[in-house]
């Protein structure tokens, strides 16, 4: 079931001392009102910034001394506990943002798209991608015929955005047009990057999530015939390539068959992995259910499910 995409993680204090992580973990901040799928992004002044999708908020983490301040509230909650403002990116010194499960498919009233931030208190909307999803609905089984958007990343005259419920990436451009980049099967779509022209893209896999579907893709949108860069990721929700071309993965960690489609993995099971000759390796481990992660130099920043901001040298 693709809506098992949006699962989250978080590392806690008690698991980061547990943990048997080759590298050392240490926390930046707390209290984020994140939920499953919370995005982050390196902002153009060097921070970082994070959707609270449970707050309507999106706020800015100096990485260093760990301070938290809001950057823009008031954003649509969401009606499930999915969603809300799931991503954001920045274009220049112009922050954008993706909002999912927030439309009158689901009882709400605001639109799932593409949001333009104006202000601490303002946006507008850039494109409704809710609505072009239930007018042209993918062939995936679906019961959210709005999506599940999931992350995005800039590209061009706007953005890439991935929707792990109906299994697909959109181009998305700052005029509001939108149009399929890739059409995949059941296989849940989730982070993405971009080197160049040639984009990866995290595949969570469906229940029961195998690490033999969670798999990084790589493609370009002139040839959209997607290769397996690597697998073995169990519940893959990000991939980041560090200034070395490198290709990194977050994956949630071990999921048990028994629990709910919607459910997290285990505790305390995710990893961050480095693709290697085409499988993914471990290099942090211990990791309590993370959402999303940037990489700086040798520096891996996680978010997790419980509002925590971690650092850990990869």
Known sequence: MALASLLVMSVSATAEASAPSRHAQV?????????????????????????????????????????????????????????????????????YAIVTDVGPDLGGTHIVGLYKITGQHSWTVVADIGAWNIAHPSASQVFIRSGVLYAMQPYRNGFLVTDGHHNRVLRVTLDGEISEALVLGDVVPTGLDLDGEQVYTALA??????????????????????????????????????????????????????????????????????????????????????????????????????????????
């Open 27 to 95: 926390l930046v901040t707390s209290g984020l009102q994140t939920s499953t799928g919370s995005g982050t992004t390196i902002g153009p002044d060097g921070a970082l910034y994070v959707t609270e999708g449970k707050a309507g908020r999106i706020s800015r983490v100096d990485p260093w001394t760990g301070g938290v301040s809001t950057f823009v509230d008031g954003l649509p909650t969401p009606m499930i506990p999915v969603g809300g403002v799931m991503d954001v990116a920045f274009l220049g010194h112009t922050a």
């Open 205 to 314: 896999g469906p229940v029961p999530h195998l690490p033999a579907t969670g798999q990084a893709i790589t493609y370009t949108l002139r040839h959209p015939h997607p290769a397996v860069v690597a697998s073995g990721a169990p519940l893959l929700v990000d991939v980041e390539l560090d200034r070395h071309h490198t290709l990194y993965g977050l994956a949630q960690g071990h999921f048990t068959p028994a629990q709910d489609p919607g459910a997290p993995a285990d505790p305390n099971t995710g990893m961050v992995m480095r693709a290697d000759n085409g499988h993914f390796v471990p290099v942090v481990t211990g990791l309590d259910r993370p959402t999303s992660f940037e990489i700086t130099g040798h520096t891996a920043w996680v978010t997790t499910l419980t509002g925590q901001l971690w650092k850990a040298r990869i």
